[in-house]
């Protein structure tokens, strides 16, 4: 464990909130280290300050503005609306919020699928405008990924269900379900690994293939819907938290309901400001005596002047 004030420690020496311990930063080397000592490594998507900061005070690794914060939290039907203004909006909100956790901002559609540079210049955008650790970007594009690392920007590859790919696809569809296609998945795994990518997202893929692209990688794989042998597992805030508004997927384990918890606090408050009840007698405001009299002398006199 680093003692404060050392190099992997906040300037400062800060404690964690929430337990008292230092707070080690985690780092792209420090996840490809828990690959070696066969740590799993815990993920999860936020895109505001608040949750953000719960999301790191709760010792998550690795935290994703991912752009499902089109659907979950701006409302569209799909991933492909977000732009990259509002990706660096988000991702901004998060940094504020996190001393711990490796930031990662995920590049909209269509800020990298056109000329590499294109790419190369948006990503740099989230590292130098909104403070993200390193960028993901789906399906697998090399020559994007080699220009980024040689950029030195640390990038997450993301292989299997692409939301980005929801009209080539068809839908959000399981991958690699034959052979074939199973074994063009590692490929592709391996050439991302080979082109420089430091983690590996393997979504909506048979655990087998994802098992058996962990036991090969030489980076860490993190799942969603890919079975429990990756080196790690991220699911989307909302999802774990009962805060989306239809059936959840296979793989998506409820935590908590807080979408229970939230409508009937807030049904609570609106009935008692209806029946009075709020705010009481101690959560209001007082005068002091002295200005209190004064006042009230005042607004007598007003009104024996207007009478
Ligand atoms: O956008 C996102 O939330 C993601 C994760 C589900 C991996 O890409």
Same mark, same amino acid.
């Given at each position: 464990?680093?003692?404060?004030?050392?190099?992997?420690?906040?300037?400062?020496?800060?404690?964690?909130?929430?337990?008292?311990?230092?707070?080690?930063?985690?780092?792209?080397?420090?996840?490809?280290?828990?690959?070696?000592?066969?740590?799993?490594?815990?993920?999860?998507?936020?895109?505001?300050?608040?949750?953000?900061?719960?999301?790191?005070?709760?010792?998550?690794?690795?935290?994703?503005?991912?752009?499902?914060?089109?659907?979950?939290?701006?409302?569209?039907?799909?991933?492909?609306?977000?732009?990259?203004?509002?990706?660096?909006?988000?991702?901004?909100?998060?940094?504020?919020?996190?001393?711990?956790?490796?930031?990662?901002?995920?590049?909209?559609?269509?800020?990298?699928?056109?000329?590499?540079?294109?790419?190369?210049?948006?990503?740099?955008?989230?590292?130098?405008? /909104? =403070? &993200?650790?390193?960028?993901?970007? $789906? !399906?697998?594009?090399? #020559?994007?990924?080699? @220009?980024? %690392?040689?950029?030195?920007?640390?990038?997450?590859?993301?292989?299997?269900?692409?939301?980005?790919?929801?009209?080539?696809?068809?839908?959000?569809?399981?991958?690699?379900?034959?052979?074939?296609?199973?074994?063009?998945?590692?490929?592709?795994?391996?050439?991302?690994?080979? /082109? =420089? &990518?430091?983690?590996?997202?393997? $979504? !909506?893929?048979?655990? #087998?293939?994802?098992? @058996?692209? %962990?036991?090969?990688?030489?980076?860490?794989?993190?799942?969603?819907?890919?079975?429990?042998?990756?080196?790690?597992?991220?699911?989307?805030?909302?999802?774990?938290?009962?805060?989306?508004?239809?059936?959840?997927?296979?793989?998506?384990?409820?935590?908590?309901?807080?979408? /229970?918890?939230?409508?009937?606090?807030?049904?609570?408050?609106?009935?008692?400001?209806?029946?009075? @009840?709020?705010?009481?007698?101690?959560?209001?405001?007082?005068?002091?005596?002295?200005?209190?009299?004064?006042?009230?002398?005042?607004?007598?006199?007003?009104?024996?002047?207007?009478?």
């Amino acid at each position: 464990m680093n003692k404060p004030n050392s190099p992997g420690s906040f300037p400062g020496g800060s404690d964690s909130a929430s337990t008292g311990v230092p707070i080690t930063k985690v780092t792209m080397p420090a996840l490809a280290e828990m690959k070696r000592q066969a740590k799993p490594i815990s993920a999860l998507t936020a895109y505001d300050y608040a949750t953000s900061r719960l999301v790191d005070e709760a010792g998550i690794d690795l935290i994703l503005v991912g752009d499902s914060l089109a659907m979950v939290v701006l409302g569209h039907e799909n991933t492909l609306a977000v732009t990259v203004d509002e990706m660096l909006h988000h991702t901004r909100a998060v940094r504020r919020a996190v001393r711990r956790a490796l930031v990662v901002a995920d590049m909209p559609f269509g800020s990298y699928h056109g000329p590499v540079a294109e790419g190369v210049a948006n990503a740099v955008r989230f590292i130098k405008e /909104a =403070g &993200a650790e390193a960028v993901k970007i $789906e !399906g697998p594009r090399t #020559e994007l990924v080699r @220009a980024l %690392t040689e950029a030195e920007i640390p990038v997450v590859g993301h292989l299997g269900l692409t939301p980005q790919s929801i009209h080539r696809m068809g839908g959000y569809r399981v991958q690699g379900r034959s052979a074939s296609a199973a074994l063009q998945l590692k490929a592709e795994a391996h050439a991302l690994a080979d /082109a =420089g &990518a430091g983690l590996l997202v393997l $979504e !909506g893929v048979p655990c #087998e293939v994802a098992a @058996a692209i %962990t036991a090969e990688l030489p980076i860490p794989t993190i799942g969603i819907g890919a079975g429990p042998d990756c080196d790690g597992q991220i699911l989307v805030f909302h999802d774990l938290l009962g805060l989306t508004f239809a059936a959840p997927a296979k793989f998506v384990r409820r935590y908590a309901d807080a979408g /229970a918890l939230i409508r009937s606090a807030v049904e609570h408050y609106r009935e008692d400001v209806e029946r009075r @009840a709020f705010p009481t007698d101690d959560e209001s405001y007082h005068l002091a005596e002295a200005a209190h009299q004064a006042l009230d002398a005042a607004q007598k006199a007003e009104a024996r002047e207007k009478a």
